[in-house]
């Protein structure tokens, strides 16, 4: 091959190199500039979730969805932020889109459990939650409320404290942990300050957070510092006017300061809101006490007892009223019923000393949650029976409980799957 014929091969292969490599960062920069928005929108999608920031997060999911509609990552934090801000459209699309996807299992197992807690499924939710919690993947707020969820409904009170110690950190500036953190506290008995503190940290992070405020002037007056109470009352009030549970709180307060005229309005305005709400009553019997009007005080207290007939302070306040008013066989037979109360709180209290030294027996946690449906306590009844399907799921005793229990405030739509679980058929 002579000196020319080599040089022009050479220069041929430079042009070809210089043609492919152009190619090349064509190829490159083009993928690059299609794939560079979305890389961008989806790290700011994962940073947001990860600090427990939904709305800037929902707001990147969109932009991550129009570019990508068949991203099943995409699809998967559009359903997970739906469930946090409760976008039911989204949900629903964004579940429907997910069955065309190939969503990794891990990521299919993680949502499943979200979609579980989120609907009051802590059984099936809690495993897979758990498990996730403890490989420690990152900093996962929605995870923790979720886990802390389903041990809150399962009166796992160490465990939550403990997961929801971790959400403060993953989302310092999120202000339901501390709320949740103070009813963990009020169940264990911690110190009334303990409780305030949590509260108050809450408000720090939102002041206009109206569970916070209530749950602060709430505690406040338990400790009578009711100067302070008042203030708080009257800024959930101004939050929520028409709140029974506020007007009563404010009402039970100004009872307690003395301010018989405030008390009358703010309690006058729940019953009016919420007439058979037993509690408006009682503090109603105890203001017109106040005043001397016996006989009102008397219609209060056999109203609570028509809508709540299994408490003895009920009983001996009407006991002592119908003494003062000079009626003493009636005030006679307030103390049998007195008495017969005591004796069934004697047996409630039996089941719970068995249940502290044997923890896992499901008859004993049976026989008391028949007990809380049996006695006027049935959100108690609904929480211990839920306890227990989490722990032993399908007994068939406690489904037939909550099936009883819900065709008899007719929710057959509740009622059925129980009745199922249980295995009898209902008698239309």
């Known amino acids: 091959m002579t000196r ?21 960062v064509g190829v490159i920069g083009g993928y690059a500039a299609w794939e560079w928005p979305v890389w961008l929108v989806a790290r700011d999608v994962h940073a947001a979730m990860a600090a427990g920031r939904f709305e800037a997060a929902r ?14 990552e995409a699809q998967y934090h559009r359903v997970r932020i739906a469930l ?50 403890d490989e420690g993947r990152g900093p996962d707020p929605q995870l923790d409320e979720a886990l802390a969820r389903v041990y809150l409904e399962s009166y796992d009170m160490p465990n939550a404290e403990r ?17 949740w953190r103070a009813e963990i506290h009020r169940r264990l008995a911690a110190e009334p300050p303990e409780v305030v503190a949590d509260y108050r940290e809450a408000l720090k992070r939102d002041p206009n957070l109206a569970e916070a405020r209530l749950g602060l002037a709430d505690e406040l007056g338990r400790m009578h510092l009711n100067a302070e109470a008042a203030t708080e009352y009257n800024a959930y009030l101004a939050l929520k006017p028409n709140d029974p549970a506020g007007l009563l709180g404010a009402g039970r307060n100004t009872l307690e300061l003395g301010d018989l005229d405030s008390a009358s309005r703010h309690l006058d305005r729940a019953l009016a809101l919420a007439p058979e709400n037993v509690d408006v009553h009682k503090e109603r019997a105890k ?48 103390q049998l019923a007195i008495d017969g109360l005591k004796t069934d709180i004697d047996r409630m209290n039996d089941l719970q000393a068995r249940l502290a030294d044997a923890p896992h027996d499901v008859r004993l946690q049976v026989a008391l949650a028949r007990w809380m449906f049996d006695h006027g306590y049935a959100q108690e009844g609904l929480n211990w ?31 059925g799957p129980y009745r199922k679980q249980s295995g009898r058929i209902g008698i239309k």
């Open 59 to 72: 707001k990147g999911v969109e932009r991550w969805v129009a570019l990508r509609p068949d991203s099943a």
């Open 84 to 133: 946090v801000l409760g976008l039911r459209r989204d949900l629903a699309e964004g579940t429907e889109r997910l069955k065309t996807l190939r969503l990794s299992e891990p990521e299919k197992s993680l949502l499943t459990a979200l979609v579980d807690a989120q609907f009051g499924r802590p059984a099936q939710a809690g495993p897979v939650l758990r498990r996730v919690f």
């Open 287 to 334: 203001l017109a006490q106040r005043t001397g009007d016996d006989l009102a005080a008397l219609h209060h207290l056999d109203t609570v007892i028509t809508l709540s007939p299994f408490d003895p302070a009920v009983r001996y306040a009407r006991k002592l009223i119908l003494v003062r008013l000079k009626r003493p066989e009636e005030a006679q037979r307030e």
């Open 385 to 415: 029976s839920k306890k227990i399907l989490i722990e032993t799921p399908g007994h068939p005793e406690t489904c037939t409980l909550l099936a009883d229990y819900y065709d008899a405030h007719g929710q057959p739509d509740l009622a």
């Open 163 to 179: 997961v929801i110690e971790r959400w403060t950190r993953d989302a310092p500036d999120a202000p339901l942990p501390y709320v």
């Open 4 to 24: 020319p014929e080599a040089v022009a091969i050479r220069r041929r292969w430079r042009a070809k190199t210089w043609v492919v490599a152009t190619l090349l």
